[in-house]
């Protein structure tokens, strides 16, 4: 079975602080995909990065990064220079295989609160 | 596009009613997932859809039901509503074309159940 733990439930940072989210995943499956969504206030789910188990490229987008670690099965996320507009849950998740049935296993998220 | 609407916003039951949650899509993906949030939880799949007439159960299908009879439309039923079902739905999508695809989620219907 598949599981997904974020061991942080709430972190609290000053604006212009680096912070990171940690992700670790369990999986049996050798070809899987993991995820982060990002839910702001307002409630809806944003998509913000995919990651395929055989590319375990860092990937950075503006002040977003990611790591991921297959040794350790973890995929964490970091905020570079954090703002107040970051605030929000953050959802990492993992899906096995590639079906309709490949259901996406999320954490329980992450309460980032970024204080000006 | 519209992507994933959802209505209604917002709903309160009393208990024993019964409802339909309403999702729809306009990228004509062929997949669709229903799912319900409890607070300080992650999502939990309730039901999915692979495509029009083709529904099956996920993590947590009791009290529920679904139908989709075309490939747009995918409600959720809930038959006689419990405090238990207390939480936010949220509807999502995605497309069975090149490699794997996210899931795009709708703005989510929050139910109280009183």
């Known amino acids: 079975a598949q599981k997904v733990t974020q061991a942080q439930t709430e972190i609290s940072v000053v604006e212009k602080e680096d912070v990171t989210l940690d992700c670790v995943y369990e999986?049996?499956?050798?070809?899987?995909?993991l995820f982060w969504y990002k839910q702001p206030p307002s409630g809806e789910l944003v998509f913000l990065i995919r990651?395929?188990?055989?590319?375990?490229q860092n990937e950075i987008s503006g002040r977003y990064s990611w790591n991921f670690q297959k040794s350790t099965s973890s995929f964490n996320f970091t905020i570079t220079a954090s703002q107040v507009v970051d605030s929000a849950v953050y959802f990492c998740?993992?899906?096995?295989?590639?079906?309709?049935?490949?259901?996406?296993?999320f954490g329980k998220g992450i309460t980032l609160s970024v204080r000006p | 596009n519209a992507g994933v609407t959802q209505t209604p916003k917002f709903r309160i039951l009393k208990i024993g009613q019964s409802m339909t949650l309403q999702c729809t899509q306009d990228?004509?993906?062929?997949?669709m997932y229903w799912y319900r949030q409890d607070p300080g939880m992650g999502l939990k799949l309730i039901y999915y859809?692979?495509?029009?007439?083709?529904?099956d159960k996920g993590e947590v299908p009791n009290g529920y039901n679904v139908s989709r009879s075309t490939t747009e439309d995918f409600p959720l039923r809930l038959e006689l509503a419990a405090p238990s079902q207390t939480s936010v739905y949220f509807c999502?999508?995605?497309?069975?074309?090149?490699?794997?695809?996210?899931?795009?989620f709708g703005p989510g219907t929050r139910l109280t159940v009183l």
């Open positions: 999502a999508s995605r497309s069975t074309s090149g490699s794997y695809n996210e899931q795009f």
């Open positions: 999986t049996r499956d050798t070809t899987y995909y």
């Open positions: 990651r395929n188990s055989f590319d375990e």
């Open positions: 998740a993992l899906s096995e295989a590639l079906g309709a049935n490949s259901k996406l296993t």
């Open positions: 990228m004509n993906h062929n997949y």
């Open positions: 859809s692979v495509g029009a007439g083709i529904t």
